[in-house]
């Protein structure tokens, strides 16, 4: 079973810019969240979307949205970028809603803002 | 406000012997309790998780007790190995639907020694 994917695996933008990065769950994985690592803050919870509804959310201002889709992809936008958002996102899997279970992650996508 | 924390940025084992990394919480609403490892360049991967309503959980090498009395988890690792050497991160979750989110501690760097 192929695991999680995302795309792109490196990132490089400039300030006031907007990114949108993409994730594949496992098949048949209908909920996919999002997280933010940074060496100070850690890993933090941005979002869940499950059968294309967002069912929960994290503490991040409005530049930070995302969707998903029928087949379950999903993609996060972050709007007028910051330095501040020089971080590795990760994105995870599970078969259904809600944090009761396992999430399997992909390997992230390190986004550098210049 | 960090809800879960992991005081011990890193750790030093001899293979063979036992790791025991620790994991408080604040938020006694949590009431999921889930231990990944990750390496470098890698998502995180999952290990092993234990509801509230128990106190141990043991898969192969790997257990985890829970005191909700005093708050505070850990996850034993015997005998350790070699590959057991990544940062563990212990990660909590409450139950209450569309309230969900799936807090991290820190991060626990273990290094197994030859």
């Known amino acids: 079973k192929a695991g999680v994917t995302q795309t792109p695996r490196y990132l490089i933008k400039t300030r006031g810019q907007q990114v949108t990065l993409s994730c594949s769950p496992i098949s048949g994985h209908r909920s996919v969240s999002w997280y933010q690592q940074t060496p100070g803050q850690g890993l933090q919870f941005l979002f869940e979307?499950?059968?294309?509804?967002?069912?929960n959310k994290g503490n991040f201002p409005g530049r930070f949205s995302g969707r998903q889709f029928s087949n379950s992809r999903s993609e996060m936008n972050v709007s007028t970028l910051e330095l501040g958002d020089s971080a590795l996102y990760l994105c995870?899997?599970?078969?259904?809603?809600?944090?009761?279970?396992?999430?399997?992650f992909g390997d992230g996508t390190r986004l550098s803002i210049l | 406000d960090q809800q879960v924390k992991q005081n011990s940025p890193s750790l030093s084992v001899q293979e063979g012997r036992i790791s025991i990394l620790n994991c408080d919480y604040t938020n006694s609403m949590f009431d999921y309790f889930l231990w990944y490892k990750k390496y470098p360049a890698e998502g995180p991967t999952f290990l092993i998780s234990?509801?509230?309503?128990?106190d141990k959980n043991e898969d192969g090498r790997f257990t985890v007790f829970l005191n909700k009395s005093a708050k505070h988890l850990s996850l034993h690792i015997v005998p350790s190995q070699p590959g057991d050497s990544a940062v563990y991160f212990c990660a909590a979750s409450a139950g209450a639907q569309g309230a969900q989110k799936l807090v991290f501690g820190q991060g626990t760097r273990l290094t197994i020694n030859p």
């Open positions: 234990i509801s509230s309503i128990k």
């Open positions: 979307y499950f059968s294309e509804t967002q069912r």
């Open positions: 995870a899997s599970s078969s259904g809603t809600g944090f009761h279970q396992p999430q399997h």
